[in-house]
């Protein structure tokens, strides 16, 4: 995987098409992800997008009332359910008046 600002993260196929829909379809299929052996994502920074992974690899999250907010839209993204429902657990804990425009944005 190539992240915005250039950092490049290992994965394994199999475990992000197993856990991902949106993985699955583009593997399945013959697109340049699969030609090139590389995915790039630029709209989710390096710190998200490998608790993503970890999540992914080993189904758990560290510090996820601090990267909630920003994980939630990398679940919405590659269709992590389990994630989600996680990201949007612990949001609801941590609502308060200071933070729920923001969350809501």
């Keep these: ?30 697109c340049k992800e699969v030609k090139e052996e590389v995915v790039e994502i630029p709209d989710i920074d390096s710190k998200t997008m490998k608790e993503a992974l970890r999540f992914m690899y080993y189904g758990e999250v560290e510090n996820l009332k601090e990267i909630a907010q ?8 590659y269709e992590l359910d389990e994630l989600k429902e996680k990201c ?17 944005l």
Excluded: C, R
């Design 1 to 30: 995987m190539k992240l915005s600002g250039g950092e490049v993260l290992g994965a394994h196929k199999h475990v992000l098409a197993s856990q991902s829909k949106v993985f699955h379809a583009m593997f399945k299929n013959n």
């Design 70 to 77: 920003d994980l939630i839209f990398a679940a919405e993204k």
């Design 88 to 104: 949007i657990e612990s949001l609801i804990e941590t609502l308060e008046t200071e933070n729920v425009l923001k969350i809501f």
